[in-house]
């Protein structure tokens, strides 16, 4: 049996695709995933997404909004 935590930080996906790992002492383990641009992906091996009901996103943009898709096998 492996536990993991409900709470998925960004920057410990299992692929980062198209952003870049930046540091700031406010950023739980000093680190968050920025420069997102569109085409971005992380992609996280070994969680049931089936099993989900809801999915809370923490976000902050320097510029006009965006979408988070969240897809379940491939990033298309």
Known sequence: IELRSRTLQ?????KIHDMQML???SAENGKFCGAI????Y??????P???FNSI????????????IEVRL???D
Not at 10 to 14: I, M
Not at 37 to 40: D, K, Q
Not at 56 to 67: D, E, F, L, P, T
Request: aromatic fraction near 0%; hydrophobic fraction near 35%.
């Open 10 to 14: 960004a920057e410990s996906a299992d």
């Open 23 to 25: 540091g700031s002492h």
């Open 37 to 40: 641009n569109h085409g971005s």
């Open 42 to 47: 992380l992609r996280v091996d070994r969680v």
């Open 49 to 51: 997404m089936t099993q």
């Open 56 to 67: 809370v996103a923490s976000v902050a943009s320097a510029g006009a909004g965006g979408k």
């Open 73 to 75: 096998n491939a990033p």
